[in-house]
């Protein structure tokens, strides 16, 4: 669920809620990308690669003026577990942000950087 609120043509606000959600980390998750539009597949390692936009629990606030875009995420920094059939609580206990410019249609450049808790759920040491 997301919000945008626009200051004037320049500049907006915006608040995101997602359960599961995206975080701002990296570019947006593969289907959620304008170069995705005729390519209906993900690849293969689409959730090896990147399992951040299936994570439960994900708040982001944004500010955009012109081109320039600033984000920051609180999120739960692990992988849902293997029962996909239910809810995992969302713990909120790492952070990312990003900041973004896209200086034509064409280009769009990005930094973020995140702290992540744990990026996996480990499974019991077998002897």
Known sequence: MGYTHAINKD???YAYLGYPGEPAISAPAFMHR???MNNPDAPLGHHWQDATHITFGVGTLGFRYKQVKAEFSSFTGREPDENRYNFDKPLFDSYAYRVSYNPSRQWALQF????CTARKRWSPMRT
């Open 112 to 115: 973020s950087r995140l702290s």
């Open 34 to 36: 304008v170069s995705a």
């Open 11 to 13: 500049m907006d606000v």
